[in-house]
């Protein structure tokens, strides 16, 4: 595709279910991140691919959430259990995996997720 | 803890004037980016240092890496309202593939 898309672009649930968010990244690109974003702050880095393997996981707050990527272009992230701190908004980015601070991450449109 | 404090973190200027938004940290950084946001829309990269001491302009915007690499300023010069947004500094460290992104600055235009 021309960009990065993640879906849904809304999500309303309630505490204690479950939810995916899905982002398909610009073909081609190895790389893959996701973020959350609270309003008004800078996205807060959770998960990192090089492929199919999460390569860095350490933002991941809880064992709550979890992401894969087993094809190594679509990615799924999954949260068990939402609470309520866990509105934010999920944003995804894509990049061609170029080793250093060359890499360009093209950012998708988002997931807000609420949960009530 | 933010790795990457920005200042102002809010800014309301009239059309026509020049501004700083500033990105600091006591950590170095391998290379930096600088980010502009719009509501409803994800991170769209600005511009790459990755030189301390480097400069880089973009039209009206001009960005600086600290001779340290640990801090970072974005200049525009003669705003206009299509420069409103949020403004986002983003860092990678020697080690790891993990960004940091600032607190941002929210910049408003005014006509």
């Known amino acids: 595709g021309a960009g990065v898309s993640q879906t849904p672009s809304n999500k309303v649930t309630e505490k204690g279910k479950y939810v995916e968010l899905r982002c398909d990244p610009i073909?081609?690109?190895?790389?893959l991140y996701w973020y959350r974003q609270s309003l008004g702050q800078g996205p807060e880095f959770l998960i990192y691919?090089?492929?199919?393997?999460?390569?860095?996981d350490s933002g991941l707050p809880n064992d709550r959430f979890f992401a894969v990527r087993p094809e190594g272009s679509v990615s799924t992230l999954k949260i068990q259990r939402t609470e309520r701190g866990d509105s934010a908004v999920y944003l995804c980015?894509?990049?061609?995996?170029?080793?250093?601070?060359?890499?360009?991450?093209?950012f998708g449109p988002g997931t807000r997720l609420t949960v009530l | 803890t933010q790795l990457l404090e920005q200042s102002p973190q809010f800014l309301s200027i009239q059309e026509g004037e020049n501004l700083t938004v500033y990105c600091n940290s006591s950590?170095?950084?391998?290379?930096l980016q600088w980010y502009r946001q719009e509501p409803g829309e994800g991170p769209v990269l600005l511009v790459t240092?990755?030189?301390?001491?480097e400069v880089k302009k973009l039209k009206r915007l001009t960005f600086q890496f600290g001779d340290a690499r640990k801090d970072s300023s974005l200049h525009i010069t003669a705003a206009q309202p299509g420069d409103t947004g949020l403004y986002l500094c983003?860092?990678?460290?020697?080690?790891?593939?993990?960004?940091?992104f600032g607190t941002g600055t929210s910049l408003t235009v005014i006509p």
């Open positions: 980015a894509s990049s061609s995996g170029l080793a250093g601070g060359q890499n360009e991450q093209f």
């Open positions: 073909s081609g690109h190895t790389a």
């Open positions: 691919f090089q492929g199919t393997g999460a390569a860095d």
């Open positions: 950590s170095v950084f391998s290379s």
């Open positions: 240092v990755v030189t301390g001491g």
């Open positions: 983003a860092a990678l460290r020697y080690t790891g593939n993990q960004f940091y």
